[in-house]
Every structure is written in C-alpha cells, then in structure tokens.
C-alpha cells in the first residue's frame, strides 16, 4: 500500500452531493491522520478531486471532462469512490474506470448498476431466500394508462401506510410515507414527474438495523460488521434529516434491542445478499425486524455507503475495534484485490 497513489473522487452530479463532500473530506482526513503503525502502510500520495454539479472533474483548478481528468492522473492510481447516488453509484462512473483499466474501490458496474435498481435488487435478494416487503414497481407508461388499476394492484398488496420511493435513489431523498388513495396517487405522481419509475412497498412496522461488510464476493470471504439499530424520532423514518442532521435518528451500535440470534441470522442474511448481488469489498445491507416477529426483512443494499461522521458503517467499524484510517486502508486494499481480478481474470 506504501507505494499506491489514491484519488479520493467526491462530489458529483446527484442530488446527495453534499453527503458525497462530507464523506469525502472524512476519507481524505482519515487517511492524512493515519497514527504510526498505520503510516506504514499509508499511501505514498493522496489526491482529492471534486467532481463539480456540470459533472466536469475539478484538477489543480482546471474543470476537465473525466476522460482527459483520468489521462493526466497516474495510470496506476486507485481511485477511492466517496460518490452516492447518480453515475457514482449506478454503475457509470466504474464502468468509465475500468474501461480505461484504473483500479477503484467498491463493487464492479454491474453490481453498482444492480444495487441501484431497488426493483431488481429486490428480486435478486429474494430468489436468494430473502423477504422483502409486498412491493409494485409502476412506470410512467403503466400510470398513464391505468392509475386506477395501479391503485388497486398496490391496495391488494395489503393495509397500508405504503412508503413510495424512487427506484433508482438515496439517502432517503424522494421518500414517502403516505396512507390512503389521495396521498399514494399524489406520491407515485410526484415520484414519476422527477423522471423515475416509482417503488411502491407496504411498511413493515418493525426495527430498522443495518449491516456493514467488508470483504470479497463470496460469503466466506466477507465479514458482517457488528448490526446498527435506527430509532428515528416519534412519528417519523429514516429520512434524510433523520439520517445526516445531528439531531436525527438514534443509531445504537452495536444494538440495544436486539437478540444475539436475531444479530447472527441478519448478518448471515448480509453476507448472502451481499454475494447474490455480486458486490464487491464493502458495501451496507439494511433491513427491517418485523414487530410481529418473522423473518428479517431486506430493505435495499449499499455499495458506496457514506463515510461521514454520522454514518453507519464507520459506526459498525468503530464498534468492532476498526477506527476510521483502518477502515478506509481495508476498502483501499480490498479495491486493489478486486481491480487486480476485474483488470487481470
């Protein structure tokens, strides 16, 4: 790791830009305040690049397209993705590296691609054996149609409240929590008008935790951090505020209320989405504990979760013994292992 250069990429073009800066900084300040025994393994030169609201990469001042941003970078340099949302995570962005043969941290593109699509990642995790939540996936094309079919297919899913999401989004944005027909109409419309399909999912009254990995693709090969538990306040979920304002959710970790079995069986169902998905080196699994009991319920997976200082798998770390410049040396290492096996199968 002595010799590696890294290029820290933060910022971007989504609407979870902000997250993507602060996680950044967290990575870039982790890895200049490495203690001794770490600085031996500390990269021998650390680059941090915004990537600007156009989409243009921010280099000594110059906005560059990302090709010629990626020609005037070293070649051999591991490119540490602190992207969320948007081309970061869905796929783009690791697509574009690998083609042009640079080594980066975290899942592959079809993985991201895959991740993204909560539709997809949801049937992937459920022919692995997993629950998920009843669902309905509505298209423009579909509500235009028939929004009154669609009401109905989404009523036969069960007594709401019903959360609406967008289907390929983070970090909460966009996220509704809406009881009876009036509201869900409004929300799926809402949803389609920001030019995404529309996840409609009945609510699981339940514990929210939340499940970091770090490892390779297969489930030996991977390790599930200890579970975080999210209490949001009285009345609300994990939305945005809930998640990033230091006024949000409580977030116990390890947990408060859970069993050690209830622990083990989520992170056993982790460490098996996270290898039906085919990610790759961290990632974060999130689910739901039924309050009537039942299997855990998976949520969505991670691929790039934040790096804050309030987010969850620095938390899950800290809580196993791993501070913040180790964690981010192991992501470091684990995207070289896994660039080595994209670059050279």
Known sequence: MAQTEVVVLSGGTSDEREVSLRSGEAIVSALENLDEAQRRARPLNLQWIEIAPEGHWILEGQALD????????????????????????????????????????????EASALCMDKARA??????????????????????????????????DLGEGPWFVKPNCGGSSLGVVRTEGAA??????????????DALVEREIVGLEVSDGILGGTSASESMALPLCEILPDEGRYFDYHQKYDGSGAIENCPPQHTTPEQDAEVQGMSRTVFQALGCEGY??????????????????????????????LPRAAQAQGVDMGSLCLEVLAQGLASSEGRLHP
């Open 283 to 312: 990632g974060r699994m999130d689910f739901i504990l039924p309050k009537m009991g039942g299997a855990p319920v998976f949520l969505e997976a991670n691929t790039l979760p934040g790096m804050t200082e309030r987010s969850l």
């Open 183 to 196: 509201g869900l109409r409004e929300a799926i419309a809402a949803t389609l008008g920001m030019g995404q």
């Open 122 to 155: 949801r049937a992937r995790a459920q022919a692995a054996g997993l629950e998920c939540a009843p669902g309905l996936l509505v298209d423009h094309r579909d509500w235009s149609e028939g929004s009154e079919q669609i009401l109905n297919r989404v009523f």
């Open 66 to 109: 990302a090709g010629d941003a990626m020609e005037q970078l070293p070649a051999s340099a591991l490119y540490f993705i602190a992207l969320h949302g948007g081309e970061g995570e869905n796929g783009h962005l690791q697509r574009a590296l690998g083609t042009r043969g640079r080594a980066f941290t975290g899942s592959g593109a």
